[in-house]
């Protein structure tokens, strides 16, 4: 069973075109995370969604959007794809209410790797 | 702003020496503190946790961490490594300052030569 899955794991695809990465965690978490890894393998999180609310957003261009249609479930859609764009992209969930005691790690997926010839 | 420092962009050691890894953050309280590992084309898995209480925690493969308030570090360590400890390896904190979430180092990679 796995705890956080996304798909694709591979994703070529050329300039301008849009795309969607999906995420599912059946782990029951209440919170739902974007992280972006660069090419010096740098994390920093994008966006992150407490039961369907958009919580953080920092500062990612509008062509990325994320979307929670439920708590199990935050997608990412981006728009006109970049060269830029191209990185590794890990959904991540954790379980926020109700914390100050030890479950309080992310999980993560196993990436997905973008590359936008 | 909390962050997290980890001095050492990559380190290589010996199969069957002793690793440290350094970490060092920024919290204004009690910080929640992790360790994962990425191993090459993979997700992060976590090694350990910290939240309260003794401060020497041990975790998955052989691996412990200290947490030292005082000098505002969470150093982790294995007494004998394995070849196939080499991976990157990322310190991280959770904040809830703008929102709960997890921030990383910029990670050290480990190499293990035979």
């Known amino acids: 069973d796995t705890a956080v899955s996304q798909t694709p794991k591979y994703l070529v695809t050329q300039m301008g075109n849009d795309k969607s990465i999906k995420c599912e965690q059946n782990?029951?978490?209440?919170?739902m995370y974007w992280y972006k890894q660069d090419s010096k393998k740098f994390l920093k999180i994008m966006f992150s969604?407490?039961?369907?609310?958009?919580?953080i957003n920092e500062t990612v261009p509008n062509r990325f959007s994320p979307k929670s249609p439920d708590k199990a479930h935050l997608n990412l859609h981006i728009n006109s794809l970049e060269l830029g764009d191209s990185a590794v992209y890990f959904c991540?969930?954790?379980?926020?209410?109700?914390?100050?005691?030890?479950?309080?790690?992310?999980?993560f997926g196993q990436g997905t790797r973008l590359t936008v010839v | 702003a909390q962050s997290v420092t980890q001095p050492d962009i990559h380190i290589t050691v010996s199969e069957g020496a002793s690793l440290e890894l350094r970490c060092n953050y920024s919290y204004g309280a009690t910080p929640y503190l992790f360790w994962y590992v990425q191993s090459p084309g993979q997700g992060l898995q976590l090694l350990l946790k910290?939240?309260?209480?003794?401060?020497l925690v041990q975790g998955i493969k052989g691996f412990e961490a200290e947490f030292k308030r005082s000098q505002s570090s969470f150093n982790l360590r294995k007494p004998s490594v394995h070849w196939s400890d080499a991976a990157e390896y990322f310190c991280a904190v959770v904040s809830n300052t703008g929102g709960f979430k997890t921030i990383f180092g910029a990670g050290t990679r480990l190499f293990v030569k035979a």
């Open positions: 910290y939240f309260s209480g003794d401060t």
């Open positions: 969604y407490n039961n369907k609310e958009l919580i």
């Open positions: 991540a969930s954790s379980q926020v209410s109700g914390r100050r005691n030890s479950n309080t790690e992310a999980f």
């Open positions: 782990l029951g978490h209440d919170t």
